[in-house]
């Protein structure tokens, strides 16, 4: 099962706290951790508008804009690649699908509330493999960044397992 079908699965009440030992941007704002994310930021307002912004609202919202951006730059991308003549479903192509995953799954778990401290283990093997196919494509994938990338999933591994 995916951890996106638990976090808005049908009444999971997943997203009603901020974190659970993972990272995403709310814990920035230096409220309880552990306390309801569906509380909107402006209690007193007199428009209506105001009282909805919460937390889970606005998480829910940047997570849906930015995979939109992300979809939309993905599909120019395969559109470009296209016209130039190249077959449908090629090597380079399946891994931008992969690096799409990636991203949206990294997208997931910075910007949605109630994040456990496992779900970004879902982004790390796909940058990786996409990491490791796409260099030959582009120079956007050099050296530094694969250590830099290994280095990230090692020291988020041994902060995982140091909680456990």
């Given at each position: 099962m995916s951890h996106l079908q638990v976090i808005w699965g049908v009444?999971?009440?997943?997203s009603n706290?901020?974190?659970?030992?993972?990272?995403?941007?709310?814990?920035?704002?230096?409220r309880d951790l552990s306390g309801p994310s569906h509380q909107p930021f402006f209690f007193f307002s007199k428009y209506a508008f105001l009282k909805t912004l919460s937390p889970y609202n606005i998480s829910i919202?940047?997570?849906?804009?930015?995979?939109?951006?992300?979809?939309?730059?993905?599909?120019?991308?395969?559109?470009?690649?296209?016209?130039?003549?190249d077959t449908f479903f090629t090597k380079?192509?399946?891994?931008?699908?992969?690096?799409?995953?990636?991203?949206?799954?990294?997208?997931?778990?910075?910007?949605?509330?109630?994040?456990?401290?496992?779900?970004?283990?879902?982004?790390?093997?796909?940058l990786l493999l996409a990491y490791l196919g796409l260099?030959?494509?582009?120079?956007?994938?050099?050296?530094p960044r694969l250590a830099a990338i290994l280095l990230g999933s090692t020291l988020y591994g041994l902060f995982v397992l140091g909680i456990l």
């Open positions: 009444r999971s009440g997943h706290i901020f974190s659970v030992n993972g990272f995403n941007i709310w814990v920035f704002l230096h919202f940047l997570f849906l804009a930015l995979v939109a951006v992300l979809s939309i730059s993905t599909l120019l991308r395969l559109r470009n690649h296209y016209k130039n003549g380079e192509v399946l891994l931008n699908f992969i690096l799409y995953l990636a991203i949206a799954s990294f997208c997931f778990n910075v910007l949605i509330t109630r994040t456990h401290k496992r779900y970004l283990f879902h982004f790390y093997p796909f260099r030959e494509y582009s120079k956007l994938f050099s050296k």
